[in-house]
């Protein structure tokens, strides 16, 4: 049943003349200071495209030619191509023939293969490059960068693809079978269509975690953007050339969001009425079944596998002497308050923005909404630059303190926030807020007292899912935390520098340990929206 969510649509009959502008005047106040929050925050989000902008007007369009158009911004770039082309590619193939398998046919044990899928998530990717190195030495370069990042980042497009595999209606591949289609027919033109909107969100993803990704490929020496402006970084703090660097990634960006926008299309693909009630039949496989169950077998041992022996073997050799509780305990400890504080941060900041889009939807909250979102898909190293220089130049006493890590963790983590906030507001009926100032109550109360509290099961997932991004993030903690503060995530980094891969295995567990509940909360989430 559908429902008119604004609140302000129409008025309570007032009881006398006095009360008319007061109580208009009361009902618009939260409105306008709604949109004036969520303005402060679209602008905040601005602050890193707006960085940008200011130094390449700053530095002077010729210092910008020396050192944007020079061989190594070239050898960068090529790099960052031939990664993204294979892949994506590699990762859209594997994810499409998984789901497919465990939507779609009669392979045993399908719900165990499906979790398994999922299940890498909760391996950072800097994770499972220190467990490929620690295998074989000798990883290196493309190649490997290529491996890795599939079975990193894979499960970000099977999981899409999976929930819209379960949305599909299975009438349409009935009809297209009676006309004539065989098996394959049916997939590629029919099934296939219809996942491209799971298809560019999932390949988006992968792509832009590849643009950001540091840890991963300085441990198999690949150079990327994210690895040389950190290098630049470190060598010399705001330099013009990691500035510069930072600009080019920010332009790769936006042509991935401008091409995924592009590929995505116009087409619709909601069904007109309640289509088929029965689930999809699943296919026999018959004789195939042995090489089919080996494809999420082998994926399990290489994706879960590998990092667990790796880290059970460095374990082993460490003993008990490495779980020391005044470093482990202490980045423990540390990475929680930040990852806690970051994210119930970063929620209520995204709370104004999230209740104007589906209470008072319109071409501005639009925009805002945007402002909210883009900040999402930067890298965390330009962020990190970009509030490095602004703090050194401008707020000085601001630089590598908790306030400004903190302030980097809100842009980083707005959309995650916004997601779960955005759907909560969403299931919360606005004739409540509505019957709530009926009864007396101003329109900020009756949104704190009745839509927050029906929220909160969205506002403590949000807080959950940024807070367990939080928990692995490495590239803006290394260059913003205070002098002192280590998170597993840092700590980890710092010892596998040294090549202490010893000692570096407890941070790597805890960073898995707390990473399984936003596998399993994905996992669920995705299971609920295909209505299962």
């Known amino acids: 049943m559908l429902q008119d969510n604004r609140p302000f649509a129409s008025e309570f009959a007032p009881v006398n003349g006095a009360q008319i502008g007061g109580g208009l005047l009361r009902r618009r106040i939260p409105h306008l200071s709604v949109v004036a929050f969520a303005t402060l925050i679209a602008a905040l989000s601005l602050v890193p495209l707006g960085f940008i902008g200011w130094v390449t007007v700053e530095v002077g369009w010729h210092t910008v030619e020396e050192l944007v158009f020079r061989p190594r911004v070239g ?9 993204e082309a294979l892949t994506i590619p590699l990762s859209l193939a594997l994810a499409v023939t998984l789901a497919w398998l465990t939507e779609r046919t009669d392979i045993p044990f399908p719900r165990i293969w499906s979790w398994l899928a999922v299940a890498p998530l909760a391996v950072p990717a800097f994770v499972h490059s220190y467990a490929w190195v620690s295998l074989v030495p000798g990883m290196r370069g493309l190649q490997s960068g290529v491996f890795v990042s599939v079975l990193a980042y894979y499960p970000f497009l099977y999981l899409p693809v999976a929930a819209a595999l379960r949305r599909l209606d299975p009438a349409i591949e009935d009809a297209a079978a009676s006309l004539g289609l065989g098996p394959w027919g049916v997939f590629f033109r029919t099934v296939l269509p219809q996942l491209r909107l799971a298809v560019c969100g999932g390949s988006l993803l992968i792509a832009l975690h590849l643009l950001s990704e540091y840890g991963l490929f300085v441990m198999i020496r690949f150079d990327t953007f994210a690895t040389a402006i950190v290098d630049q ?44 009630a029965r689930p999809a039949d699943r296919r026999r496989l018959g004789w195939f079944v042995v090489p089919a169950i080996l494809l999420p077998v082998a994926l399990a041992v290489l994706t879960l596998g590998v990092p667990l022996v790796t880290l059970g073997r460095w374990l082993y050799l460490g003993g008990a002497d490495i779980w020391r509780l005044d470093t482990v305990g202490n980045a423990f400890l540390q990475t929680i308050v930040l990852a806690v504080a970051g994210g119930v941060l970063a929620t209520i900041a995204a709370a104004p923005m999230a209740w104007l889009s589906v209470r008072a939807p319109g071409r501005f909250q639009r925009v805002l909404e945007a402002c909210h979102y883009y900040v999402g898909s930067l890298p965390g190293v330009v962020v990190a630059l970009a509030l490095v220089t602004i703090t050194v130049r ?12 903190l302030v980097a963790y809100v842009l980083l983590f707005l959309p995650r926030a916004m997601v779960g906030l955005r759907a909560s507001i969403a299931q919360a009926p606005v004739e409540l807020e509505r019957a709530a100032m009926g009864l007396g109550r101003t329109p900020a109360q009756a949104v704190r007292q009745i839509t927050m509290r029906l929220a909160a099961p969205g506002f403590a997932a949000s807080v959950a899912l940024s807070a367990l991004g939080i928990t692995n993030e490495l590239t803006a903690t290394l ?27 407890p941070y790597a567990v805890m960073m898995i340990v707390l990473s399984l509940p936003l596998t399993l909360l994905l996992y669920v989430q995705s299971k609920r929206t295909a209505g299962q």
């Not at 990691?242 to 590929?263: H, R």
């Open 233 to 276: 970084f470190q060598s010399a703090y705001n330099s013009p050339a990691a500035n510069m660097l930072g600009g080019v990634l920010v332009a790769c960006c936006l042509f991935l969001l401008g091409l995924e926008i592009l590929l995505r299309g116009n087409e619709r693909y909601a069904r007109v009425g309640s289509g088929s």
């Open 394 to 405: 401008v707020a000085l006493p601001l630089y590598q303190t908790f306030a400004t890590l």
């Open 75 to 83: 050898e960068l770039l090529v790099n960052t191509v031939l990664l």
């Open 479 to 505: 260059m913003l935390s205070p002098n002192g503060v280590e998170t597993l995530a840092t700590k980890f980094w710092s010892l596998t520098s040294e090549i202490d891969y010893v000692s570096a295995a």
